[in-house]
C-alpha cells in the first residue's frame, strides 16, 4: 500500500505568520509554487496561503496601482491577516489513496503533511500529476485506458 510519505515533498518553502504579502508572493514567484505552510518557531504547522489568497488581498489593476505600490501595501499586510488556519491535514502515513480522494472530493490543491503537530511535508496535485507520467511510462504506449 502506498502512503503519503512515498509522494509528498519533503523539502518545502514555509513562512511564520509574521512574514509580509510581499515576502509570500516573491516566495511564490521564485520558486514557482502556489501553496506556502506557515509555521512556528518550532515548526508547528499553523496555516496555508495559497496564491488565491495572494489574489483576493491585492488590489485591482483596475484601481490604477502600480507595482511599486502594491509592492509597498504588500510589505504592510502580516500574512497571519489572509492565511488560512482552518486547513484539512494528512498524516505521512496515510493511504495515498485516501488522500487523492480528499483533494479531488474537496477540490484542494494540496494538503499538509503533519505528524506530532510538525510540519513533515505537502502533498500536491503536481506531485499526483507526476505519478501520473510515472505510471503511464511504466504502462508504455501499448495499454489504453479503460
Avoid: W
Wanted: negative net charge; glycine residues 4%.
Amino acid at each position: 500500500m502506498l502512503t503519503v510519505k512515498d509522494l509528498m515533498t519533503r523539502d518545502i518553502f514555509t513562512l511564520q505568520a509574521t512574514d509580509n504579502l510581499a515576502l509570500a508572493r516573491s516566495l511564490m514567484d521564485l520558486a514557482r509554487i502556489r501553496h506556502i505552510p506557515i509555521v512556528d518557531h518550532d515548526m508547528c504547522f499553523t496555516g496555508l496561503i495559497t496564491h488565491r489568497d495572494i489574489l483576493s488581498a491585492t488590489v485591482s489593476k483596475l484601481a490604477g496601482v502600480d507595482s511599486q505600490t502594491q509592492e509597498e501595501l504588500d510589505m504592510g499586510i502580516p500574512v497571519q491577516e489572509i492565511m488560512n488556519t482552518r486547513v484539512k491535514t494528512i498524516h505521512p502515513d496515510d493511504n495515498l489513496r485516501d488522500a487523492a480522494s480528499l483533494l479531488l472530493e474537496h477540490k484542494y490543491g494540496c494538503l499538509p503533511v503533519v505528524m506530532d503537530d510538525k510540519l513533515v511535508g505537502i502533498l500536491t496535485e503536481a506531485d499526483f500529476l507526476s505519478l501520473t507520467i510515472s505510471l503511464m511510462d511504466a504502462l508504455g504506449e501499448d495499454h489504453e485506458l479503460p
